[in-house]
C-alpha cells in the first residue's frame, strides 16, 4: 500500500447532471447507483454533499460519485465516501498503466480539493482486475466476502435446474398451497414497509438501514421503471415477503427486502426470488445481483442467496488516506479524547469518525 504515482489532469467535483458525468455514464458499462436520480435520492438520507469525482488523465476519462463531509473537530476541510451501493468508479481505462494513470489523478484531484481520506466501494460486476489492482496503491484494498449473481440469459429450464433442489421442492409447495406473486405493484408499500422494519429489525441492524418514510416513497415516485417492487402475498392475501429491486439497462439489483415474522416457518422469499428472476429474465434483463451476506460473511443469508446460482463475485472496497499529516493528527485527537487507541485502516475507517465510547452508552 501506498500512494500512487501523480498524474498531470485535468479534474473537477461536479454536479451528477454535469453532462461530462452524463456522457461518461451512457457511453460505458454503469449501474443504476450511477445514475443521478438515484445519487440524489441516497444524499437525501446520507450525510454529506453530493459530487461527481470527474478527472481526465493520460487520454483517459473517469468518474466516481462521492460524498463530501465536514472533517470532525472543527478540523478545516473534508474526507469523501462512496453513497450507499455500488457506485465505483467507471473509466473508459483498460490497461494498468491507463489505470495508473486515472487513480493518480483522482488522488491528486482530492489533495487539491482538501479531502483529508477516502473511503470508496467497487462493483462486484462492474470493477475490473485492473482497476483493483492499481487502486491498492492509493489505498487498503479490503475484500468483504463474495456476492450471488444469476445469469438471466440461460433457459427457463437451465435456471430451474441450477436451483438447490431443496428449493425447488420448497417453490413448488408454495405454489401447490396458494401463495401468489404480485408482480411491480407500489401499493404494497405501506406493508412492505412494515415488513422491511421488522426484518431489520430482528437482523440486529444498523440504524442507518432504517430509511425514513420520504425514501421508499421516493423510490416509487422518483425512479420510474428503474424500480420494482415486487410481493409474494399468503394464501389469506397479506403480504409475506417482497423486495425493491433496481434495473438499469441489462443489469438487475436486488436493494431492500423482508419477510413477515409470521410466514419465515413457510420461506416466502424462495418463491420471490424464483418468481423474480423470471419475470426480469422475460423483460429481457441478462443479469440479476442479489448481494451477498450480512456484512459479506458467507452466512445464512448468503447461503439462501447462493441456492439460487453457482455464479459469485467479490465485493472490496478502498480505504485511502489522501493526506497523512491531517489523517494522523485528526486520529491523535480521537484517542485522546476517547482514551483508547485507534482502530486499524481496515477495523474502522476513518479512525477519526469511529464513535467515542460516551457514544456507545
Known sequence: MGLCRLTRHAGELISPDDPRWLQLVSRLP????????????ASAVEEGDLRIAWVKAADREAGVPILLRDLPQGQPGRDAASP?????????AQA????????????????????????????????????????GELGLILRHGPTVHIDLTQSEEAL?????????????????AGWQFRP????????FILLYEETMAR????????????????????????ANLHGILAPDGTLASAGIFFRWGAMVQYHLGGTAHHHLAAGPAKLLFHEVRQWYRDAGAQV???GGGLGGQCDSLYRFKAGFSKKSSDFYTLRAVIDPIRYRKLTAQWERASGRASASLAEYFPAYRAPLEADRI
Do not use: K
Open 30 to 41: 454503469a449501474d443504476i447507483y450511477h445514475q443521478p436520480r438515484y445519487l440524489r435520492l
Open 84 to 92: 450507499y451501493g455500488y457506485p465505483c468508479v467507471i473509466s473508459d
Open 96 to 135: 494498468p498503466d491507463e489505470w495508473e494513470a486515472v487513480w493518480g489523478g483522482l488522488q491528486g484531484l482530492l489533495a487539491e480539493q482538501g479531502i483529508a481520506a477516502a473511503f470508496l466501494r467497487f462493483h462486484p460486476l462492474l470493477s475490473t482486475r485492473a482497476c483493483l489492482q492499481t487502486a
Open 160 to 176: 430451474w435446474s441450477e436451483t438447490r433442489p431443496r428449493l425447488r421442492s420448497n417453490i413448488n409447495q408454495l405454489r401447490r
Open 184 to 191: 411491480d405493484d407500489w401499493s404494497l408499500l405501506p406493508q
Open 203 to 226: 437482523a440486529g441492524a444498523a440504524s442507518f438501514y432504517f430509511f425514513p418514510q420520504s425514501y421508499y416513497q421516493a423510490l416509487g415516485r422518483e425512479m420510474g421503471d428503474a
Open 288 to 290: 440479476l445481483h442479489l
